[in-house]
């Protein structure tokens, strides 16, 4: 056996992993949510909102997609792995981009909302520090780090 140093996860990924598993718990929170919604007796007993009821399904699944992709890139991140970074990006960068989409498409239809551009604003916080290269630097492996 050696006495090796364990290497050391920088605290910059520690808080890009702690965001993630954030991300992740929020998600599943918003899949409780809805779950609890479609099972409410008001929903059950009611026959003109069945139809509804897909669309609350769908949007509890996504949520449940989300939710999963956002802990395995939390995982990976705090297991330093580096195709945690590029999963965490696509996963979030995947809402910011159809967010700045609508709000493009609905500046072009003059309906722009100042709600809708806070809330883009707010998916694209995550996806920055993703885009920065010295997260890319961060994560490479410590006999790398080491070379430079």
Known sequence: MTDAPKPTRPKLITVLAVMQYLYAASYLMGAVKIIRIIFSDEVQNNLAVIENMRGLAIGATACVVWMVLTYAAA??????????????????????????????????????????????????????????????????????????
């Open 75 to 148: 995982r990976g991140l705090w297991c330093m792995k580096r195709w945690a970074r590029w999963l965490a990006l696509a996963a979030n960068g995947f809402i910011a981009v159809t967010l700045v989409y609508s709000n493009i498409d609905d500046y072009r239809n003059h309906s722009l909302d100042g709600e809708d551009l806070i809330v883009t604003c707010l998916f694209l916080i995550p996806v920055i520090p993703f885009l920065l290269p010295v997260v890319g630097r961060a994560m490479r492996p410590m006999e790398d780090n080491q070379s430079n």
